[in-house]
């Protein structure tokens, strides 16, 4: 072999690793691995809109100014029309305070906030909960349905040491299962360690064509004779999830939503 064909040969099988080592490790591989943060926002009486506009006029775009990852706003579709809930993911957990320190003194922040709030304070309450991504939840990527879809959040809670037990199935069966029957898996999570019902919790996102979609998905999942299977099999030691332990929230995309 001569030096040239020896220098290409060479260049050739760094490039194939580096190629596979991107497969395996880079965005693309189809592992999610950032840090999450649901966050839910209660407004003053009638102060919705004001916080609506906010976000849609500066909010979104200051927090991608500052390295936040916006990846999807909602509004709960039952509950009190006061409340947004949005879904943002960092790198890591020091990436996502250097950016909200970043972000409460951005003087383009100081002056919209004081702005919107000129006839009176938005914010009642906000609720933080950090999540970490299941090894089978798919990529959470932006994406937006004609005509927009229904999303569902949904919680379940565990027995004490029954949660593996409950992801096992999950990544075994039911993720196969839900997009056999028409329901789009987004994204599959556990509170972080250290946080209230960390050991106990799965926090998990769908999307749906609408409600009647998502009731018929749920009524022929349920009937599956492979779910059926693959439930009592998961249960032979008893049940995973305690009395009352699957809560869902049925969720509208905002209209500035990258996930619609």
Known sequence: MNR???????????????????????PGSGVENRLFELRT???????????????????????TKHGMNNIGYWIPEEWDGQTLVYL??????????RSWNNFLNDPEWKAAKEDSEKDGKIVAQVDS???????????????????????????????????PGLLARFRDH???????????????????????????????????????????SFAAFSQDPDWIAARDASEKDGPLLIKGGVKSIRLNPTDFSPLR
């Open 129 to 163: 909960l950090f999540l970490t991504p299941t090894d089978f939840s798919p990529v959470v990527k932006a994406s937006q349905a004609d005509p927009i879809r229904q999303f569902e959040l949904r919680t379940y809670t565990t027995h004490e040491g029954k949660l």
């Open 88 to 97: 943002l993911a960092y790198p890591d957990k020091s990436s996502r305070e």
């Open 41 to 63: 926002y209660h407004t003053e009486p009638g102060r919705l809109d004001a916080l609506l506009a906010r976000f849609r006029n500066h909010t979104v775009a200051l927090f």
């Open 4 to 26: 040239r064909c020896f220098h290409l040969a060479t260049f050739l099988v760094c490039f194939l690793s580096l190629s596979v080592w991107a497969q395996e490790k880079g």
């Open 174 to 216: 039911t993720l196969a299962l839900f997009e056999k029957h028409g329901m789009t898996n987004v994204f599959y999570s556990t509170p972080e360690s250290g946080q209230a019902g960390s050991a106990v919790t799965l926090v998990y996102l769908l999307a749906h064509k609408d409600d009647a979609a998502r009731k018929a």
